[in-house]
T-cell receptor, first 114, second 112 residues
Framework: SAVISQKPSRDICQRGTSLTIQCQVD?????MFWYRQQPGQSLTLIAT?????????ESGFVIDKFPISRPNLTFSTLTVSNMSPEDSSIYLC???????????FGSGTQLSVL | GESVGLHLPTLSVQEGDNSIINCAYSNSASDYFIWYKQESGKGPQFIID?????DKRQGQRVTVLLNKTVKHLSLQIAATQPGDSAVYFCAGNYNQGGKLIFGQGTELSVKP
């Protein structure tokens, strides 16, 4: 298994500002992903975080709004830029570790934008 | 496009009864499926998974059934307990790749 540490666990932000979420995995990671979970809804994949190169974004998500870094195998950040109330969601980091098909999740970052 | 969807948004069962949560998927190329449990304020927690070369897999009190003909999978929970109350998501890989696409979720409530 893997332990995924995500911080902050929650934040309340003003519109127009940006928030960077950090994700650290304690195991050897093959793939890392960022998901968004809007209130009362399922998880939507934002992007695949690629080590040392630009993330691969899903339809409807763009780098200018959700810049992602992954400087090494076990660490990634997601920035929510120029926030609006519509960005209020839970943001979840996930990772697949070597030798395991399962996708493990962090506890998420609860973001509220006023 | 691809999608993984659930039939029912909520399910209420009596403690001790069996629960069945259903899920449909649209991508024929998916070859790996997984069920997650999400409690309030927490990230999704792995329950059980199944590959497309199987039609049934059992865990502790849980069974996943896969019907590739109709693109349907289900999660069966035996002797449901209050601690099983949560939202359950099915997910499938997209075109046999690494990313998972999630269904809408079913909220399971267990009545004592």
């Amino acid at each position: 298994s893997a332990v995924i540490s995500q911080k902050p666990s929650r934040d309340i932000c003003q519109r127009g500002t940006s928030l960077t979420i950090q994700c650290q995995v304690d195991s050897q990671v093959t793939m890392m992903f960022w998901y968004r979970q809007q209130p009362g809804q399922s998880l939507t994949l934002i992007a695949t975080a690629n080590q040392g190169s630009e993330a691969t974004y899903e339809s409807g998500f763009v780098i200018d709004k959700f810049p992602i870094s992954r400087p090494n195998l076990t660490f990634s950040t997601l920035t929510v830029s120029n926030m609006s109330p519509e960005d209020s969601s839970i943001y979840l980091c996930s990772a697949r570790v070597a030798g395991n098909e399962k996708l493990f999740f962090g506890s998420g970052t609860q973001l509220s934008v006023l | 496009g691809e999608s993984v969807g659930l039939h029912l948004p909520t399910l209420s069962v009596q403690e001790g009864d069996n629960s069945i949560i259903n899920c449909a998927y649209s991508n024929s190329a998916s070859d790996y499926f997984i069920w997650y449990k999400q409690e309030s304020g927490k990230g999704p927690q792995f329950i059980i998974d199944i590959r497309s070369n199987m039609d049934k897999r059992q865990g502790q009190r849980v069974t996943v059934l896969l019907n590739k003909t109709v693109k349907h999978l289900s999660l069966q929970i035996a002797a449901t307990q209050p601690g099983d109350s949560a939202v359950y998501f099915c997910a499938g890989n997209y075109n046999q790749g690494g990313k998972l696409i999630f269904g809408q979720g079913t909220e399971l409530s267990v009545k004592p």
